[in-house]
């Protein structure tokens, strides 16, 4: 195979891994020059955010703890005011991709810095993509204000996290690799980059369903989001989140489990037209079929693999598919409002959990 024309540009972040690395948190937010910064989360990882406000001590604005998932247009604007209030000059994200929204909106609006604390593999933290939700629309734009500057990927943060929920949220950062690998606007080092993060996550997600606080599966499942999120980061998106984004943001499913619900379904939409990166895939995963070998993941690791088992109506797959082909995403095989019909039979499979077709 010979190297083909390609463009690569690197972005400007610094990656602080290693379990315990929370550690360093005061040695970042000097390195980035911060004075007063806000602590974000989630309602839920309240008392995650106080140890974080307490490790800054004055350096510490507050604690604001009402992200929650897609980014509502109004918690984001609340946010903006009370960072205002505070005289904050950063944010500090622990959490999962929610929170790490909250900031990017937060950043959109005010160019402050993002410090980002991961607790999940989402992948956010790795990416200039917002999400923003008004009115019952989920939007997503790309700006480079909202790439968070430092990242802290401590794995003993994630040691709590449920295992469903690791499963489907590391089969959302394989998703991004995956899609990495067939993208328009791909690269050789997004390649590689992709390869070993599906590797390190198909490693790691069945050692941690087994041991759920094995710090070495965690710190592989870490290590793959971010090589996956960077993939994201770097290169476009396809069919496979223009689905996903539409079942989120349109019918309110959750966001990891609607990604590993649906990837095998896309995978084996493109396979005929990307045998290239199903080859990758597959080679990554170590299974035979890229589509199968991803819905064998899911469900030997415990996961939903039908949108019935995580709250889609059959009734409601129509107007999915409706809204899918509306404004598209590039695709290595183009759909549009001519496939509608071929995008509704991929949703019928994926609602019912049948074998990719
Ligand atoms: N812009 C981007 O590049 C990306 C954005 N996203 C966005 O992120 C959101 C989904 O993020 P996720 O990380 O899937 O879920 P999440 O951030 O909504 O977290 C789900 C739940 O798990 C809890 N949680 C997180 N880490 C935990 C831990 N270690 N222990 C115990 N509980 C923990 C959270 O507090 C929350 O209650 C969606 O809105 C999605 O659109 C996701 C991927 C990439
Ligand atoms: O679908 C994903 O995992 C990637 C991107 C987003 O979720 C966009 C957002 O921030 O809402």
Redesign the pocket.
């Given at each position: 195979m010979s190297t083909r024309d390609f463009v690569y540009t690197s972005q400007p972040q610094r990656v602080v891994f290693g379990a315990g690395a929370l550690a360093h948190l005061a040695r970042e937010i000097d390195a980035l020059g911060a004075r007063r910064a806000l602590v974000l989360?989630?309602?839920?990882?309240r008392v995650?955010a106080e140890r974080v406000a307490d490790m800054l001590g004055a350096h510490a604005a507050g604690v604001f703890d009402r992200?929650?998932?897609?980014?509502p247009i109004e918690t984001a604007r609340e946010a903006r005011e009370v960072a205002r209030q505070l005289d904050a000059d950063c944010a500090v994200a622990i959490?999962?991709?929610?929170?790490?929204?909250l900031g990017?909106a937060i950043a959109l609006d005010s160019g402050l810095p993002i410090l980002a604390i991961?607790?999940?593999?989402?992948?956010?933290e790795?990416?200039p993509?917002?999400?923003l939700t008004e009115a019952g629309v989920?939007k997503?734009g790309k700006d480079f204000r909202v790439l968070p500057r430092t990242v802290i990927y401590d794995p003993e943060?994630?040691?709590?996290?449920?295992v469903g929920?690791s499963v489907?949220?590391g089969i959302?950062a394989i998703a991004?690799a995956a899609e990495g690998l067939y993208a328009q606007d791909s690269n050789p080092v997004m390649d590689l980059m992709a390869e070993e993060g599906i590797a390190a996550l198909a490693r790691a997600l069945p050692a941690i369903r087994t041991k759920p606080d094995d710090i070495d599966a965690r710190s592989d499942a870490l290590y793959g989001a971010w090589l996956s999120?960077t993939v994201?980061?770097n290169v476009g998106m396809a069919l496979h989140h223009k689905l996903c984004?539409t079942l989120?943001g349109s019918f309110n499913l959750?966001?990891?489990e609607v990604h590993t619900v649906v990837l095998p379904h896309a995978l084996a939409f493109n396979a005929q037209a990307a045998p290239q990166a199903m080859t990758r895939i597959a080679c990554a995963l170590g299974t035979a079929s890229a589509p199968q070998g991803i819905q064998d993941l899911a469900r030997h690791s415990g996961a939903p693999i039908a949108l019935r088992d995580i709250g889609m109506k059959e009734s409601d797959l129509d107007l999915a598919a409706d809204i899918a082909v509306r404004n598209p995403y590039w695709n290595p095989k183009p759909f549009g409002p001519a496939e509608r019909n071929d995008i509704r039979a991929l949703l019928q499979r994926a609602w019912a959990g049948e074998p990719p077709g």
């Open positions: 989360s989630t309602p839920e990882q995650q992200a929650v998932m897609h980014v959490g999962g991709g929610s929170t790490t929204g990017k991961p607790t999940t593999y989402a992948g956010s790795m990416t993509i917002y999400g989920k997503t943060l994630s040691r709590t996290l449920p929920l489907t949220s959302n991004h999120g994201l980061g984004h989120g959750p966001h990891a």
